[in-house]
């Protein structure tokens, strides 16, 4: 066995080079591919449509930011982002605000039926949007909350909500109980401790959650799409606008999916380090 | 950590029990209510019984659909599983590009899905998009809103660009969490770069690809938008996958009994399978604590 061992350890030696080198390979090819599809519509958003349908370049030849002021000065463009952000911020509300004490209650205590009732909060999770999106459209029209912003906020928290108890469930598992404990013989009440103690402790974890719920509720369209017509309609569905009698307007179309992108580009950098824990439910 | 049996914590847990009761129970009620009714207009409802399953079952529309979502769920997991893991390995362990790695590979999960299929559905047009452009220019006949098997790649990896960095995260997080002393070990044992992968790297990844593969399943098995954006469900129906054959249905047709004996047997099915991936998915996680 010795004999083998010191021509083996030079072979991986003068092979650990290249394999560094084969791995920032692979990984420039899949960065590649992943940004080469949203350079593309930058690269559509920055020019006219006679240049885009004209034309084939790489790049924009006389860049232009016309596209882009098509949108800013137009309300009905420009709405429909305020829009969703109004109803996103509100469902973000909700779903966190609620979320907090059952996460807590699951963090903490068993009670009767807690598992099964963790399931089914998951099983919401797994419920097909197209599912819901009728007997919502009707629940809320009987209420008289269609078209308002609070009946997207509502439906959205139907994934949203359990996501939120998930994830901090996750992180509140993280804190010792003891503090807890101590908490109360220091004879603070459950509120005070909940506010002035625990909840600076998982902070990051409410972040983390905020930015998750922020993010399902920015990208869903099918229930956002049919709860609304005029008042609250979101961006994702002003985007169909630009499909006229004279064909697709594709300069503003690429300039309006850019911008729906920044919001999300924004934030990700605060949260790097904690989007695989989110997007696995606070299970990592 | 032990917790304590505490019967009080159903209080805690009361406001989001009648949030969701409201936004679910409620309309799922709704469509367990149409499912067993017909209605000739005007909201007279007759009881119907078990006539719209019946219908179902024996509805080659319903039995189509239900083949090419298997279908698609099956051949997206088959590829952004393997190629997941593969790019978590080739990541960089910490340090600057680490972080620069993350944060793109972030990008595409952070883009409204209807934007997604617009970014695709630009790319790979034969005039304007670059993808569409260049396979043209090489040859191959490319044209997605004729050609079934052109209307299939593109979904399909449309789906792998919007998801693979998904099962990579959750992989690269596991990855993470392998303490050095295990790869020493490694070294001093002579292992091989496979036996590494086989007998370090993969049991501690499971536990996350398995909420991996939980997440890509359900969200694919329930996808929509992005692909009514690129292809509307055509070249004929090559495309309709359950959710868009649904809303179609539902919303289009307002077929009320169908589409909700529909909406129980698509959720049935989800609800199915998770319960399976979630059994082992709990079952590791003890086993990890114990």
Same mark, same amino acid.
């Given at each position: 066995m010795?004999?083998? /061992?010191a021509?083996?350890?030079?072979a991986a030696?003068?092979?650990?080079?290249?394999?560094?080198?084969?791995?920032?390979?692979?990984?420039v090819?899949?960065?590649?591919?992943?940004?080469?599809?949203?350079?593309?519509?930058?690269?559509?958003?920055?020019?006219?449509?006679?240049?885009?349908?004209g034309?084939?370049?790489l790049?924009?030849?006389?860049?232009?930011?016309?596209?882009? %002021?098509?949108?800013?000065?137009?309300?009905?463009?420009?709405?429909g982002y305020?829009?969703? @952000?109004?109803?996103?911020v509100i469902?973000?509300?909700?779903?966190? /605000?609620?979320?907090l004490?059952?996460?807590?209650?699951f963090?903490r205590?068993?009670?009767?039926?807690?598992?099964?009732?963790?399931f089914?909060?998951?099983?919401?999770?797994?419920?097909?949007?197209?599912?819901?999106?009728l007997?919502?459209? +009707?629940?809320?029209?009987?209420?008289?909350?269609?078209d308002?912003?609070i009946?997207?906020?509502? !439906?959205?928290?139907?994934?949203n909500?359990?996501?939120?108890?998930?994830? @901090?469930?996750?992180?509140?598992?993280?804190?010792?109980?003891?503090?807890?404990? /101590?908490?109360?013989i220091?004879?603070?009440s459950?509120p005070?401790?909940? #506010?002035?103690?625990?909840?600076?402790?998982?902070?990051?974890?409410?972040g983390?959650?905020?930015?998750f719920?922020?993010?399902f509720?920015?990208?869903?369209?099918?229930?956002?799409?049919?709860?609304t017509?005029?008042d609250?309609?979101?961006?994702?569905?002003?985007? /169909?606008?630009?499909v006229?009698?004279?064909g697709?307007?594709?300069?503003?179309?690429?300039?309006?999916?850019?911008?729906?992108?920044?919001?999300?580009?924004?934030?990700?950098?605060f949260?790097?380090n904690?989007?695989?824990?989110?997007f696995a439910?606070?299970?990592? | 950590?032990?917790k304590?049996?505490?019967?009080?914590?159903?209080?805690?847990?009361?406001?989001?029990?009648?949030?969701?009761?409201?936004?679910?129970?409620?309309?799922?009620?709704t469509v367990?209510?149409y499912?067993? +009714?017909d209605?000739?207009g +005007?909201?007279n409802?007759?009881?119907?019984?078990?006539?719209?399953?019946?219908e179902?079952?024996?509805?080659?529309?319903?039995w189509?659909?239900l083949?090419?979502?298997?279908?698609?769920s099956?051949?997206?997991?088959?590829?952004?599983?393997p190629l997941?893991?593969?790019?978590?390995?080739?990541?960089?362990?910490?340090?600057?590009?680490?972080?620069?790695?993350?944060?793109?590979?972030?990008?595409?999960?952070?883009?409204?899905?209807?934007v997604?299929?617009?970014?695709?559905?630009?790319?790979a047009r034969?005039d304007?998009g670059?993808?569409?452009?260049?396979?043209?220019?090489?040859? #191959?006949d490319?044209?997605?809103? +004729?050609?079934?098997?052109?209307?299939? !790649?593109?979904?399909?990896v449309?789906?792998?660009?919007h998801?693979?960095s998904?099962v990579a995260?959750? %992989?690269y997080?596991?990855?993470q969490?392998?303490?050095?002393?295990?790869?020493? !070990?490694?070294?001093?044992?002579?292992?091989?770069?496979w036996? #590494?992968f086989?007998?370090?790297?993969f049991?501690k990844?499971?536990?996350?690809?398995?909420i991996?593969?939980?997440?890509?399943?359900?969200?694919s098995?329930?996808?929509?938008t992005?692909?009514f954006?690129?292809t509307?469900?055509?070249?004929?129906?090559?495309?309709?996958?359950?959710s868009?054959? @649904?809303?179609?249905?539902?919303?289009g047709?307002?077929? @009320?009994?169908? %589409? !909700?004996a529909?909406?129980?047997?698509?959720?049935?099915?989800?609800?199915?399978?998770?319960? #399976?991936?979630?059994?082992?998915m709990?079952?590791?996680d003890k086993r990890?604590a114990?």
């Open positions: 010795a004999d083998m /061992t021509p083996r350890t030079a030696r003068s092979l650990s080079l290249p394999r560094v080198n084969g791995s920032a390979i692979v990984m090819v899949y960065l590649l591919f992943l940004l080469l599809p949203i350079y593309w519509l930058l690269n559509m958003s920055l020019k006219t449509n006679t240049e885009i349908l034309t084939f370049s790049w924009p030849r006389d860049l232009t930011l016309a596209n882009y %002021a098509t949108i800013l000065s137009d309300p009905s463009w420009y709405m305020v829009n969703s @952000l109004i109803y996103v469902n973000t509300t909700i779903s966190i /605000t609620v979320a004490p059952a996460a807590y209650a963090s205590y068993t009670f009767l039926g807690d598992k099964h009732l963790f089914w909060l998951l099983t919401n999770r797994m419920a097909p949007p197209a599912v819901f999106a007997p919502f459209f +009707q629940l809320y029209s009987s209420v008289g909350l269609f308002t912003h009946a997207v906020a509502l !439906a959205h928290c139907l994934f909500v359990p996501l939120a108890v998930w994830i @901090l469930e996750g992180f509140m598992r993280g804190v010792p109980k003891e503090i807890d404990e /101590t908490a109360y220091d004879g603070y459950f005070r401790f909940f #506010v002035k103690i625990f909840m600076p402790l998982i902070a990051s974890g409410i983390v959650a905020a930015f719920c922020f993010m509720s920015w990208v869903e369209l099918l229930l956002s799409r049919t709860l017509s005029v609250a309609k979101p961006i994702a569905a002003t985007m /169909t606008r630009t006229g009698a004279s697709v307007d594709w300069g503003v179309l690429a300039a309006a999916g850019v911008l729906t992108i920044i919001p999300g580009a924004l934030v990700i950098y949260v790097r904690y989007i695989a824990k989110g439910l606070g299970r990592v | 950590m032990e304590t049996v505490n019967q009080k914590a159903w209080f805690l847990v009361l406001p989001v029990l009648v949030l969701v009761a409201f936004s679910a129970v409620i309309p799922l009620m367990v209510n499912s067993v +009714q209605s000739f +005007q909201n409802f007759f009881w119907a019984g078990l006539i719209w399953f019946e179902l079952l024996n509805s080659e529309r319903m189509d659909a083949g090419r979502q298997l279908a698609f099956a051949i997206i997991l088959a590829i952004e599983v997941g893991i593969f790019v978590a390995l080739n990541m960089p362990k910490k340090g600057f590009w680490a972080s620069v790695c993350l944060v793109l590979m972030s990008l595409p999960l952070l883009i409204p899905w209807n997604v299929g617009t970014i695709w559905q630009v790319f034969v304007i670059l993808l569409g452009y260049t396979l043209d220019k090489i040859g #191959v490319y044209n997605y809103t +004729q050609d079934f098997f052109a209307a299939w !790649a593109t979904i399909i449309m789906d792998v660009w998801w693979t998904l995260l959750l %992989a997080a596991g990855l969490s392998i303490p050095n002393a295990y790869y020493q !070990a490694a070294k001093i044992d002579q292992a091989s770069r036996a #590494v086989r007998y370090i790297e049991p990844m499971l536990g996350v690809l398995m991996a593969i939980l997440l890509r399943f359900m969200d098995f329930m996808i929509y992005e692909p954006v690129v509307g469900g055509g070249p004929g129906n090559a495309t309709t996958l359950l868009i054959d @649904l809303v179609k249905m539902a919303l047709q307002f077929d @009320l009994g169908n %589409a !909700a529909f909406s129980i047997m698509y959720f049935l099915v989800i609800l199915a399978i998770s319960w #399976v991936f979630y059994t082992v709990t079952n590791l990890d114990g």
